[in-house]
Nanobody, 121 residues
Framework: QVQLVESGGGLVQAGGSLRLSCAAS????????MAWYRQAPGKQRELVASISSGGSTNYADSVNARFTISRGDPKNTVYLQMSSLKPEDTAVYYC???????????????WGQGTQVTVSS
């Protein structure tokens, strides 16, 4: 069993900052890429940022230069530092991890339960 647990969401004023954390635990052999997605009411879930096992990062245009994704030690943790927040950043943020549970099973995607981020104007 694999669990991803997010924390750090909340209510913040426009222009403020928040830091999201996600820790993967359970039967994990190796972790590949990790990512943050978000879903606003009435909208599709979208990729916010991703980071490979080697540290390469990718950002949505809408958050580039405002958000920073990083991985912790152990590498089963991922963070999202969000700065200069805007009301349009309001969404439920989900952690995603692509990982293997054994040396021989294919990698699979796992999701956290989501954490609410609300930015007031």
């Amino acid at each position: 069993q694999v669990q991803l647990v997010e924390s750090g969401g909340g209510l913040v004023q426009a222009g403020g900052s928040l830091r999201l954390s996600c820790a993967a635990s359970g039967s994990i052999f190796s972790t590949n890429a990790m990512a943050w997605y978000r879903q606003a009411p009435g909208k599709q879930r979208e990729l916010v940022a991703s980071i490979s096992s080697g540290g390469s990062t990718n950002y949505a245009d809408s958050v580039n230069a405002r958000f920073t994704i990083s991985r912790g030690d152990p590498k089963n943790t991922v963070y999202l530092q969000m700065s200069s927040l805007k009301p349009e950043d309001t969404a439920v943020y989900y952690c995603n991890a692509n990982l293997k549970t054994t040396p021989i099973t294919p990698s699979n995607n796992y999701w956290g339960q989501g954490t609410q981020v609300t930015v007031s104007s």
